[in-house]
């Protein structure tokens, strides 16, 4: 299995048990770690260890994003990071509910396998 899939599984694994968007004490804006111990799409790769709240407010396309992910023990090329960054988007400008449908279509875009709900 590609590193591109079982990152992409694992965010679909991960927002879809927490079925909820990491948010800030306000309510509005995403975050990496919320102070509720929510998490983002791409949050939820990132270890406790690396976490450095430098990386709120910046894109997966970030230099302190890319490194937390890196002492997270993921490297991060072209690709991958494209597809990060879709994934962000996904759980920051949709509600949970529409989620799958957003899940399918970066699957597609990227040639990954979606798999079922409960899977």
Same mark, same amino acid.
């Given at each position: +299995?590609?590193?591109? !899939? ?7 694994? #991960?927002?879809?048990?927490? *079925? ?5 004490? /306000? $309510?509005?804006?995403?975050?990496? &770690?919320? =102070? *509720?111990?929510? @998490?983002? %799409?791409? $949050?939820? &790769?990132?270890? @406790?260890? %690396?976490?450095?709240a430098k990386i709120e407010g910046q894109t997966a396309c970030n230099s302190h ?7 997270? $023990?993921? /490297? ?6 494209? +597809?990060?960054?879709?994934? !962000?988007?996904? #759980?920051?400008? *949709?509600? =949970?509910? #529409? ?7 970066? %699957? %597609? ?6 798999? =079922? @709900? $409960?899977?």
């Open positions: +299995m590609s590193q591109m !899939q079982e990152i992409f599984d694992k965010i679909v694994t #991960h927002l879809r048990t927490q *079925n909820e968007k990491s948010v800030d004490d /306000g $309510g509005y804006s995403c975050v990496y &770690l919320s =102070p *509720n111990g929510l @998490k983002c %799409a791409v $949050g939820c &790769l990132i270890s @406790k260890d %690396a976490y450095d994003v890319k490194k937390a992910l890196e002492l997270s $023990g993921i /490297g991060v090329d072209e690709q991958l990071e494209l +597809m990060l960054i879709k994934m !962000q988007y996904l #759980h920051d400008d *949709n509600t =949970p509910d #529409h989620w799958e449908e957003e899940f399918f279509k970066i %699957a %597609a875009q990227f040639d990954l396998k979606l798999k =079922p @709900k $409960g899977e």
